[in-house]
C-alpha cells in the first residue's frame, strides 16, 4: 500500500510540474543562413540576428531582423521562412514591445531605434494583410529612435513613440510618423485608446490624457511593468505588479483581472479569443482559459541565451521577444541579438 502511494505522489507531481515542457528548441538557422549580409552594419555584432518577434493568434511567427531587412514569416513553426514584399526596416528592434499589435483588426506598428548615432531608423505601420500603411521616421538625425510606442488604431496616423535613451520622454506624430511634437508629460510606458485619449503608466500608477496628452490625471495606482497596453476590442489589458490589470471604458477605469500574478512583464498575448491569454513573470509562462480568473504555469522562465542581457527578467530593458501559439501548444521565445527558439508544453 505504500508503494501505491509513493507512485501516485510521484504521478501527481510530475502532472503539476512545469517540467513536463520539452526542452528550448533553436529554430531561427534556417531564417540566417537565407539573410543577405548588410555591409552598412558588417561590425554589428547584432546584426542579422533577431531584433523583435511576434506571433499571430494563427501561429504564424513575425521577425524584425537587426540592420536593413525585409520582415520574415513563417507558417510552419519556423521550418521555412518568407521575406514580406516592400516591406523593409531599418535599425534595431528592442524586442517583444517593439512591437505593438492590434487584435481586433490584425494590424501592427514596428518600432525601431538607431544602430549608431545619427543613423537612420526605420519602422512602419501594417494593416493585416502585412501591406504598408505608413513609415515611422524620427524627428531629427540626432535622434536615437524609438524603443516603443502605440499608435491609434482607430486613426493609426496618431501614433505615439517612445524616444530611446531618453527613457521617459514620449512623442506625438499626428501624420503617420513624418513629423513629431515632444510630450511634456514624462513616461516610459505610452499608450494609445484613440485618437484623442492617451496613457501612461508610472511606477505610481496609470496616467491618462483626453487631449492628446496635453494635461494627464492619475486614474489607477497599479504599478505598469508592460511598457503599452493591450488592446482587445474594446477593452485594454496592462501588465503589472499584481497581475494583468483592464479596463473597458477607454482607460478612465482599471481592475485586477481575475487571480494575483505578481511581476507580470510581457504579455498578456491571446490565443484564439479574448479569454485565453498568457503571460510572463521572472518564475515562468502561465495561462489562463477563463479570461485570467485563474492561471496554470505551463513552463519556468526562458532566459534566451547569448543575447543582450543575457535574456535576463528585467523591467527596465526588456529587450526579449515572446509569442504563443494556442492550437499547438508552443511558447516563442528570441533575445535582443540572439536565435529564435520554441518550447511545446502539455495542453
Known sequence: MKMIKYIFSITILF???????????VISDNLFSQVEQDTAFADDVLNRKIGA??????????????????????????????????VVTRGRAYGTYSINYDYTTGRKAIYMIVQK???????????????????????????DGWTWGMPAWNNPRVII????????????????????????????????????????????????????????????????????????????????????????DEGANWKLLGEPLPGVLYGPFFGQS????????????YISKNSGQSWQKVADYFAPPKSAHEGAYNVVHPTNSYGWDEESGIIYAAGLGGDLYKIQYMK
Open 274 to 285: 479574448e479569454s485565453s491569454l498568457l503571460v510572463a513573470n521572472e518564475e515562468g509562462f
Open 15 to 25: 502532472q503539476l510540474s512545469p517540467s513536463y515542457a520539452q526542452e528550448w528548441e
Open 161 to 248: 513613440g517612445k524616444e530611446h535613451h531618453a527613457w521617459v520622454i514620449m512623442w506625438l506624430s499626428k501624420d503617420g510618423g513624418e513629423n513629431w511634437q515632444k510630450l511634456d508629460f514624462k513616461s516610459r510606458n505610452p499608450g494609445v485608446v484613440n485618437e484623442n485619449i492617451f496613457l501612461a503608466g508610472n511606477d505610481d500608477g496609470i496616467y491618462r490624457s483626453t487631449d492628446q496628452g496635453q494635461h494627464y490625471e492619475k486614474v489607477a495606482e497599479f504599478k505598469t511593468l508592460g511598457k503599452n497596453p493591450v488592446k482587445y476590442g474594446d477593452n485594454f489589458y496592462w501588465a503589472t505588479d499584481q497581475g494583468v490589470v483592464i479596463s473597458s
Open 53 to 86: 518577434m511576434w506571433v499571430e493568434p494563427s501561429g504564424d511567427i513575425f521577425v524584425v531582423l537587426n540592420g536593413k531587412h525585409p520582415i520574415y514569416t513563417s507558417k510552419n513553426q519556423g521550418k521555412s521562412w518568407q521575406p514580406l514584399q516592400d
Open 117 to 143: 548615432k545619427k543613423m537612420p531608423a526605420q519602422g512602419l505601420v501594417l494593416d493585416k494583410n502585412n501591406q504598408l500603411l505608413s513609415w515611422i521616421g524620427k524627428p531629427a538625425e540626432t535622434h
